[in-house]
């Protein structure tokens, strides 16, 4: 494989280097960009053109530094743990909005859906949808694209705002519920999903949201305000496990549910399974997003489903 040299194109920051932030670098690096991508450690796997760089984004001063002559930098980052969003998200949020307004780059926030509560059988989250956050996360995420856009709106800073439902696709892994599953697939061992495995939910390809973020930061009539990845119809947790094994070419896929009594017993004691229960809803009940708005307004069209589940099977961008 080639090494190719930093490209000389406009400059884009990259902060956080987990399946979100590389998915981005790549695609970013793809379009001609000088890409930089940096992360607390600095450190990872190489991607071909794309610059590393060690960064504490909760120090405003590092940051400005870093972003100084960028167009934009983007905010794909999450702690390492749910038990950490609490104590971690405030500074890199305050550093990162004093970052963007003290260098004019546009701020493109990659979030998710934590602040909307449980879905009836029917609906679908929009945009516009009113957040119903069940929990700190929820609450947290929620506020800081407000205060995001807020500040967009009083002319202190550039800023748009991105979610997405469930990551799925290449290099996703183990960070995915929907491919967390791959290796015992491809074993012919049985998938253990959390919630529900026959309810309808949405999951949004990782290389998608990377040209959904590139795209709007270069579109000032997109900012300020939320957009959503576009993702494929919904498919069941069950549906999605059996054509991972199909397309493993692996035996038809076993799926049980983790026992939710079970885990909620768990969850009294431990810290991480009590988050996650806390967003379990999105797993017992439907969970589905309509996107048609960014597919219409952007042109962006969602990556056909066998695309997707090939490409999160065999690892191809």
Not at 33 to 56: M, T, W
Not at 153 to 171: K, Q
């Amino acid at each position: 494989m080639t090494n190719l040299p930093p490209s000389t194109g406009p400059l884009r920051v990259v902060l956080g280097a987990g399946p979100a932030g590389r998915a981005t670098a790549t695609y970013l690096q793809r379009q001609g960009a000088r890409v930089i991508l940096a992360s607390r450690s600095g450190i990872g796997p190489a991607i071909e053109g794309v610059e590393r760089a060690q960064v504490d984004a909760t120090d405003a001063s590092a940051l400005t530094d870093l972003i100084e002559d960028a167009k934009a930098v983007y905010n794909c980052m999450n702690p390492a743990s749910y038990t950490d969003w609490a104590s971690q998200w405030p500074p890199i949020h305050q550093a990162l909005m004093q970052a963007a307004q003290a260098t004019d780059a546009v701020l493109v926030t990659m979030s998710n859906l934590y602040m909307y509560g449980p879905l009836e059988r029917h609906e679908a989250i929009t945009p516009n949808t009113p957040e119903n956050p069940q929990d700190l996360k929820g609450t947290l995420r929620g506020q800081m694209d407000r205060e995001t856009l807020q500040a967009h709106a009083d002319g202190r800073l550039r800023a748009v705002v991105v979610r997405a439902s469930d990551f799925i696709g290449p290099d996703v892994g183990a960070n995915g519920h929907a491919t967390r599953n791959m290796p015992a697939l491809r074993k012919g061992r049985r998938a253990w999903v959390l919630g529900s495995a026959d309810q309808p939910h949405s999951w949004t390809a990782i290389n998608d949201a990377a040209k959904t973020l590139a795209t709007v930061a270069q579109r000032p009539d997109t900012h300020g305000r939320v957009w959503f990845v576009p993702t494929s119809p919904p498919v069941t947790q069950r549906e999605l496990a059996a054509a991972s094994a199909e397309a493993l070419q692996a035996p038809p896929a076993k799926v049980s549910t983790m026992p939710h009594g079970l885990m909620r017993v768990i969850s009294r004691v431990n810290p991480m399974m009590r988050e996650l229960m806390a967003v379990s809803y999105q797993f017992t009940g439907p969970w589905i997003i309509d996107s048609s708005t960014t597919t219409q307004t952007l042109g962006i069209e969602p990556t056909s489903w066998e695309r997707l589940v090939y490409q999160s099977a065999h690892g191809n961008a």
